[in-house]
């Protein structure tokens, strides 16, 4: 039995959709950023998905860069949590409501 | 076979992403988006893609959720409280990821013969070998230039968590 290719887009816009839903609802900035990071992975399955359809590697090799630069986003970001925390002693994204730390 | 293990990966994926997003506790929401990874990972060998699923355990299940279940422990983050901007978000939030859920299903099932079906095996397997020629032959570039990115965030990490002194 095959899958169809579409059963997988199908998988990839249910895990966006409860990523982009997650990203509204949740108020803790760790998880909202959780949230970006699950809407990262989601649009990945699309791009091995497609990849896997046309044979092509490009699509594979696009993977590989978002994962690199996710790895990059999370540090930062991550560091960019705890220098607010330090500030402002909470994590509630709407007491986070200035630029100035 | 290969249709019952993408139904129960695939559920998978879809519990851990419901319990992120019902859980109040951020601890909980780190260990089922892991669940996620994981089963991403197998979805991805499903798919003919053996070193991305390599990856994708160890980048994503390893490196940054090691690196987010340490910063939630260090920050001491408990339950999240529910604020008068959250009601808002669940006005908009649910209707909109609904509506743009049902458009996509809508447009990928409708496309579902012309997109045809993955099949493992005769030549559809893509190795580590033919990801590596792309990468380190026509994509040289590039990946250097995302080794100076990792840096450039490693020193922007340190800086911007250093305790200011």
Known sequence: MVVPIAYYLVLSAILFSIGVAAFLIKRNIITVFMAIELMLNAVNLTFV?????????????FVFFVMVV?????AVGLAIIIAVFRTRNTLNVDQVNLMKL | MYLVIFFIFGTFCIAGALN???QRHPINSALS???????????YLLLG???????QVI????????LFTFVIMLLNAGEEERTRGSRAAYIVGFPGAAALLGLLTYIFLS???PLGNAQLGGGTL?????LSRVLFRDLLLPFEVTSVLILIAILGAVVLARRES
Do not use: N, P
């Open chain 2, 59 to 66: 980048v994503y299940s390893g490196a940054i959720m090691v």
């Open chain 2, 33 to 43: 988006l892991i669940v996620v990874m994981t089963s991403l990972a197998v979805l």
């Open chain 2, 20 to 22: 992120l997003l019902l």
């Open chain 2, 126 to 130: 893509v190795t580590t070998h033919d």
């Open chain 1, 49 to 61: 998905a497609f990849a896997h359809r046309w044979h092509q590697v490009s699509g594979q090799i």
């Open chain 2, 49 to 55: 893609a053996e070193f991305l699923a390599a990856a």
């Open chain 1, 70 to 74: 996710a790895a990059a986003e999370a």
């Open chain 2, 111 to 113: 496309l579902r013969a």
